[in-house]
């Protein structure tokens, strides 16, 4: 069959290379995928943006598309699932409505809130000035504010203290930071624990649960520095062992999934709970409506079930005859290389030495994300976070081990990842 992934990052790089492993695909295009996709085999990259609906669309049409997978929120929260259900071509990931689980944190929380989900509690604004006066008669300690649109990991604020927390209301409302996004804001309790990603593909009526992942938010080795988009994770996570799981099973995504239906939003697709593993069990920071980027490389490496019966099976609402998910019992370690300055801001362009050694290392797998070819036919960095460095051992150290002997091999100028990956893995 004809596939079409949409996106360019980590994530698709990995859906790509997962779909070119199944006998059942014959071509594959990546939209506009990376240097990384391009090099698979079955994949044409194609120049269309992610963004672009209508140009995706006729693509679909045109090149007799069977099955589409969306890897992005922003196609999803602007209604690609129900532009193509509307020309009858099969698409991997919810609709508008559904995704409004990610693309609004405030309809999230009604969400959690009509299921009884455990979550931060929390109060919403649509003006920053009842916002300031309700953080002044109530609270002085931390807080976490939240812009309630898509921000691209950015409008939320973690905050110590009542001027912290002003600041970043202020922010979201008065300097408009994230424009629309900011019209609404969300003020919550701010949780204390380790954070968990936990994954789960449904079709709206049955919740197949994938292996807990890990993902490092912050820079810096030891979880400090700036938030990013992810700095490396790891599957499966030791801190979610498989009562818990059955535990987020029952408590988080039966109750999601069934709100979500009574809102007249059937969720087809994977769904993404971002948890913090508190004191008093799980609880939901967020959800997204998409598989997270990097979670989904180390995920996809363990992966051993073929994709595309998953996905053909969501979309035609049969999970419930899919055979059990099978994994390889190996975790995966994934290390993301950035270009300097990330997140910040940062320079493109320099050329990437040591891929062909570094695929040399057993098994290991390097994802691309912000890549690209140069006009002399090398690859070079294109984006914040450029590889995704992927290795499987016996051991959580020895895929650590493994994923940083890749690591060592790739070198361009102002290349820099984390050391720590994974070691939260171990410590438990
Ligand atoms: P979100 O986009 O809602 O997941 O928030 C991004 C990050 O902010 C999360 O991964 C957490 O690290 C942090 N965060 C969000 N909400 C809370 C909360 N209620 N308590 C503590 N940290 C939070
Ligand atoms: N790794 C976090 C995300 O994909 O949102």
């Not at 490496?301 to 419930?320: H, N, S």
């Not at 290392?361 to 691309?368: E, I, S």
């Amino acid at each position: 069959m004809n596939i079409l992934v949409i996106g360019s990052g980590g994530r698709e790089h990995a859906l790509v290379w997962k779909l070119a492993r199944s006998s059942r695909s014959r071509r594959i295009f990546a939209a506009p995928g990376n240097a990384g996709t391009a090099l698979e085999n079955k994949v044409e990259n194609v120049p269309i943006k992610e963004h672009n609906i209508p140009a995706l669309l006729q693509f679909a049409q045109e090149h007799k598309i069977d099955l589409t997978i969306a890897g992005p929120e922003i196609p999803l929260c602007n209604g690609i699932a129900d532009a193509f259900q509307e020309k009858k071509l099969r698409l991997f990931g919810p609709s508008k409505a559904a995704a409004q689980i990610e693309g609004s944190k405030t309809f999230c929380k009604e969400i959690l809130h009509k299921g009884n989900v455990p979550t931060a509690k929390y109060h919403t604004f649509t003006s920053g000035h009842t916002a300031v006066e309700y953080l002044n008669a109530n609270q002085n300690g931390p807080v976490v504010v939240k812009a309630d649109g898509l921000a691209a990991g950015k409008g939320v604020f973690v905050c110590n203290d009542r001027s912290e927390a002003v600041d970043a209301v202020l922010r979201i409302t008065k300097q408009r930071e994230f424009g629309s996004a900011g019209d609404r804001i969300i003020i919550e309790e701010r949780l204390e624990g380790q954070e968990a990603s936990v994954l789960a593909v449904t079709d709206g009526k049955t919740i197949l649960t994938l292996q807990p992942a890990q993902d490092h938010k912050a820079a810096f080795d030891g979880d400090t520095g700036p938030n990013t988009g992810g700095m490396g994770a790891y599957s499966p996570a030791p801190i979610v062992d498989d009562a818990s799981l059955h535990w987020i099973e029952e408590y988080i995504f039966v109750p999601t999934v069934h709100a979500l239906k009574e809102a007249n939003a059937v969720f087809k697709g994977i769904l993404y709970a971002g948890l913090m593993m508190t004191k008093k069990g799980p609880k939901v920071l967020e959800y997204n409506a998409r598989f997270g980027d990097p979670e989904c490389q180390p995920l996809l490496f363990r992966l051993k079930t073929d994709v595309i019966d998953i996905f053909e099976a969501a979309i035609d609402g049969k999970l419930d005859e899919l055979p059990p998910l099978e994994w390889d019992s190996r975790p995966a370690v994934c290390v993301v290389m950035a270009s300097a300055g990330y997140p910040g801001s940062y320079e493109k362009g320099f050329p990437i030495q040591g891929l062909d050694e570094a695929a040399k290392v057993p098994d290991t797998k390097v994802f691309h994300a912000g890549t690209a070819l140069n006009e002399a036919g090398q690859i070079v960095n294109n984006g914040g976070r450029v590889l995704g460095v992927t290795g499987l051992g016996s051991s959580v150290a020895a895929a650590k081990a493994a994923a940083y002997s890749a690591v060592q091999r790739i070198h361009w100028d102002g290349a820099w990842h984390r050391n720590d990956i994974s070691d939260k893995a171990v410590e438990i």
